[in-house]
C-alpha cells in the first residue's frame, strides 16, 4: 500500500524559509517521478517542482524556480522540498506525490494533478506579510 506523509508546513514570515518533507513507503521508492503540488485556496492543484527518483533530475515550475528546491534522500525513501524568499503569494496547501513506474520527463512540463495517483494529505504552508 503506497503511503505519502508530508511534514515541515507550518507558518513563516514574509522572506523567510521551510522545509517540507514527505516520507514515501509501500512500493519500490526507485524508478518513479515524486512531485510537490500546491493548492491555493480557490484554486487549482498546481505541479510546482518534481523529481526522477532514479537518477535525481528536477523538474519546476516558473513560479517557483530559484526560490525552491527538491531534493531526495533515497535511503530514507524521502523527498524535500526547501523554499526560500518565501512570500505570502506561497500560502497554500501542499501536497506530496508519486506516479509509480513512471518518470518526469514524459509528463513534465506539461504536468497536471492527473498524472498522479498517489497522494500524500497535505501540509498547510502560511506565509504572513
Known amino acids: 500500500q503506497v503511503q505519502l506523509v508530508e511534514s515541515g508546513g507550518g507558518t513563516v514570515q514574509a522572506g523567510g524559509s521551510l522545509r517540507l518533507s514527505c516520507a514515501a513507503s509501500?512500493?519500490?521508492?526507485?524508478?518513479?517521478?515524486m512531485a510537490w503540488f500546491r493548492q491555493l485556496p480557490g484554486k487549482e492543484r498546481e505541479a510546482i517542482a518534481g523529481i526522477a527518483t532514479t537518477f535525481g533530475q528536477t523538474y519546476y515550475a516558473d513560479s517557483v524556480k530559484g526560490r525552491f528546491t527538491i531534493s531526495q534522500d533515497s535511503a530514507k525513501n524521502t523527498v524535500y522540498l526547501q523554499m526560500n524568499s518565501l512570500s505570502p503569494e506561497d500560502t497554500a496547501m501542499y501536497y506530496c506525490?508519486?506516479?509509480?513506474?513512471?518518470?518526469?520527463?514524459?509528463?513534465?512540463?506539461?504536468?497536471?494533478?492527473?498524472?498522479?495517483?498517489?497522494w500524500g494529505q497535505g501540509t498547510q504552508v502560511t506565509v504572513s506579510s
Open positions: 509501500g512500493y519500490r521508492y526507485s524508478g518513479n517521478c
Open positions: 506525490a508519486a506516479r509509480i513506474a513512471s518518470e518526469c520527463l514524459v509528463i513534465w512540463p506539461r504536468v497536471s494533478r492527473g498524472d498522479f495517483r498517489s
